[in-house]
């Protein structure tokens, strides 16, 4: 990093993040570095390689200039942390942060709105190790203080939530967490540190799955954690107790994804708004469920605590079933059908939120108990005109 860019803008950091001298040579992105072993000079050079430093050649699953280049990138994005370890999936980066902080005997508090494979690795994987899992009602803060016990070691927060877009209050939530004594993670996939700078809001790791906004072309899988220095300590060295790594070509798709991440986001926002609007106020929607809409009930918070969005938002239809749900997705010819989101194509998908509840009503008691079919939209860089036309024939195909 350059004397400069410390303070430098978000759009200036991503365009210099990792890009060291000694890195990069004399071309402009960070090469490709393939390699199992690394050859030393001498015995002398051997013998010095033993204090496992970042950044230091070793051998090939510690990394090299590629993927430590992804993560300095990442780290200068996210204002608090030490460091950021990479992982081969979003999913292998919650369960690095979750092995690092917990142990037999702990208990883990899980926001009740999280990603539904997260809900899962606590119920499945974390359980059979002997951690104990519970869930709250993130919007519930009254409550929260009376879910935590002796042993409670962690808290897992995700704002917006999954599917159903619920702010939580991150900053007053951490601030009970850390009083408890218990760590605060959170999955910031969503907002990413451009629209979220979690550490300075009380978290003390943020966890991302740079599948979504950061590779941003629906082309690579990976995932990353950035904490504080000292679980930045302990998140190591799980991280490389579980062998984890990510290649270095994965890595350098997912540096060129970064530099374009601040303008792909602030116009996938811009259209998401939009369309949000527009879908507010079509006959056969019940609710939009999107924090950046000024009438959604997460508005206010996020209006204090982020600083941008992004396309990801959902919206639930009014009494409609499932067979119109269905035909109004298959009429799509825009918007693909498919997982993942945050990639420079649009998305669409069915959505049922109660599965993944068990703490919170869906629909919520706010809502008529007949409109809780939900369909979730990833807004991409096409036209908006293009996708409100290919919306509006989803919904002529429902009327049959
Ligand atoms: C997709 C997703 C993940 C998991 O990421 P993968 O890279 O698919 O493993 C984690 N959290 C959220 C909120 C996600 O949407």
Request: glycine share 10%; proline share 5%; hydrophobic share 40%.
């Amino acid at each position: 990093m350059s004397k400069r860019s410390g303070k430098a803008g978000t759009g200036s950091k991503l365009v210099s993040g990792g890009r060291r001298k000694e890195w990069t040579g004399a071309v402009v992105n960070p090469p490709i570095w393939r390699g199992s072993t690394h050859l030393y000079e001498d015995s002398t050079d051997l013998a010095s390689s033993r204090e496992n430093r970042d950044g230091q050649f070793y051998y090939g699953r510690r990394g090299a200039p590629t993927q430590w280049a992804l993560s300095e990138a990442l780290t200068e994005l996210e204002p608090g942390a030490e460091g950021t370890l990479l992982y081969p999936s979003g999913v292998a980066a919650i369960a690095g942060a979750m092995l690092a902080v917990l142990k037999a005997g702990d208990v883990l508090l899980v926001t009740d709105n999280a990603y539904q494979p997260s809900r899962a690795m606590a119920d499945g994987l974390l359980k059979r190790i002997g951690i104990e899992t519970r869930y709250f009602d993130p919007l519930d803060l009254d409550a929260f203080p009376g879910k935590f016990c002796e042993r409670t070691r962690a808290v897992l927060l995700e704002s917006p939530g999954s599917l159903t877009m619920e702010i939580c209050d991150v900053p007053a939530l951490t601030a009970i967490a850390r009083e408890k004594g218990a760590v605060s993670m959170i999955d910031n996939t969503w907002a990413s540190p451009i629209g979220f700078a979690a550490l300075e809001r009380g978290c003390d790791i943020a966890i991302m799955s740079l599948t979504k906004h950061v590779g941003g072309h629906s082309d690579l899988m990976m995932g990353s954690v950035s904490a504080r220095e000292d679980l930045y300590r302990k998140l190591r060295q799980t991280s490389q107790a579980l062998g984890q790594i990510v290649s270095p070509d994965d890595a350098a798709l997912a540096l060129r994804g970064l530099r374009t991440l601040q303008l792909r986001l602030q116009r996938e926002s811009d259209s998401a708004l939009q369309l949000a609007h527009w879908l507010s106020e079509r006959p056969e929607v019940a609710r939009v469920l999107c924090p950046m809409l000024p009438d959604d009930s997460g508005h206010e918070l996020w209006k204090r605590d982020f600083t941008g969005g992004c396309g990801l938002f959902s919206f639930v239809f009014k009494g409609a079933d499932k067979a119109a749900r269905a035909r109004f997705i298959d009429a799509l010819e825009m918007f693909g059908i498919g997982y993942s989101w945050g990639g420079f194509e649009s998305l669409a998908i069915p959505v049922d939120p109660a599965g993944a509840r068990s703490e919170t009503p869906w629909p919520p008691t706010t809502m008529d108990p007949a409109d809780k079919l939900a369909i979730r939209l990833s807004i991409g860089l096409e036209d908006i005109s293009d996708l409100k036309a290919d919306l509006q024939a989803g919904f002529a195909a429902m009327e049959q």
